[in-house]
């Protein structure tokens, strides 16, 4: 396929969200290789699934022989590497899932693209790209008045981060021993539409909507720098377009909120929006919940390289970007339903690893 795209992941809240805005940005077809675990959903790429341009293939990243055949049959000119095990509390329960995926599934991928990008002439191997997606957690627990910089240190706390960095770092030995052209991106918290509720803001928007219990872990006070998925994407979009082999580039919304302000402000929204409850404003349903073990206090970034450098701009604000993410979780009562049926909002990360 000419001018093709690699995206690992394509069915997850991130991947599927890229994928989305390519299409509609009328570029070159794309082959989504996606294993579809539990947060893996077709239905977040409904508007793609007859578009001829997008590839649907369902596989594992561990996968060697997949990996290679693939490659050999598409000839992308880049791979957008999203897929991972994402979630810090299931990887307190379970690290072995993340190990096995993270790292072990992105060293696969990273050879399988060695042979290839060897094999391409001259021209193509200059113009190939390998993309990371990685996250601000693998600089650990910033600060009070600390933002991240691509020149961090990175110190992840996190079985979910520490695998993430891992792979980060394999992915920068590639391209320093081998030569292979890759680039990294860090990003905040995304939040946005189809993201699975196993994460905070969609678990407090239905748990808000539903008159459910709003669990906050310990005091509430822990800030996180919030970054809308279509803001993400556009970055990654920039970055494989401009971006310079080897170099890093951070993403994020530059304006880091405490938790309990966040389920304020999803609280007062729903006042406004929705039903009100026989128990009165959705504030009422806080509830204090034992904190995650080894929760980082802070996480912000520093996302001047990217805006100086390549232009990028976040379209959204936070207040906007709540706003319309709460609509689209009222909207959308088909897609949670598959949802609901894979995670029911059960506390997760709370016991001892499995």
Excluded at 12 to 29: M, N, T, V, Y
Excluded at 120 to 142: C, H, K, M
């Amino acid at each position: 396929m000419q001018d093709c795209v690699l995206v690992t992941g394509g069915a997850g809240f991130i991947g599927s969200c890229f994928i989305r805005d390519w299409l509609a940005e009328g570029r070159g077809p794309i082959v989504n290789l996606d294993k579809l675990t539990y947060a893996g959903c077709l239905d977040s790429l409904a508007e793609a699934r007859n578009d001829p341009r997008h590839v649907f293939i369902h596989g594992d990243i561990c996968d060697a022989d997949l990996l290679r055949s693939l490659l050999q049959q598409y000839q992308p000119r880049a791979i957008v590497h999203f897929a991972a095990e994402s979630h810090v509390d299931r990887s307190i329960d379970g690290p072995d899932a993340f190990l096995h995926t993270n790292i072990t599934g992105t060293h696969e991928l990273l050879k399988a693209s060695l042979i290839y990008w060897r094999e391409q002439p001259a021209g193509e191997r200059q113009r190939f790209r390998f993309l990371y997606v990685n996250t601000d957690e693998i600089y650990g627990s910033a600060g009070p008045d600390e933002f991240f910089t691509e020149e961090t240190t990175i110190k992840p706390n996190s079985p979910y981060s520490a695998t993430k960095a891992a792979a980060g770092h394999l992915v920068r030995a590639y391209q320093h021993t081998f030569g292979m052209p890759t680039l990294n991106t860090s990003c905040s918290n995304n939040y946005g539409p189809y993201q699975f509720p196993e994460k905070m803001l969609p678990l407090m928007i239905l748990n808000a909507a539903e008159g459910r219990p709003l669990p906050v872990y310990g005091d509430g006070q822990q800030q996180r720098d919030w970054l809308h998925v279509a803001d993400h994407c556009s970055g990654i979009r920039l970055v494989l377009d401009k971006g310079m082999p080897a170099e890093t580039y951070n993403i994020g919304g530059e304006g880091p909120r405490c938790n309990l302000d966040v389920v304020h402000l999803v609280c007062d929204a729903l006042d406004q929006i929705a039903p009100p409850l026989a128990q009165g404003p959705r504030r009422s349903l806080i509830q204090y919940v034992t904190d995650r073990p080894g929760h980082d206090r802070r996480y912000a970034i520093d996302a001047r390289k990217i805006r100086d450098r390549l232009g990028w701009q976040a379209r959204y604000d936070f207040p906007s970007g709540l706003k319309q993410t709460i609509a689209w979780y009222l909207e959308n009562g088909e897609w949670l339903t598959i949802a609901r049926n894979k995670y029911d909002r059960q506390r997760l990360g709370a016991g001892k690893p499995t």
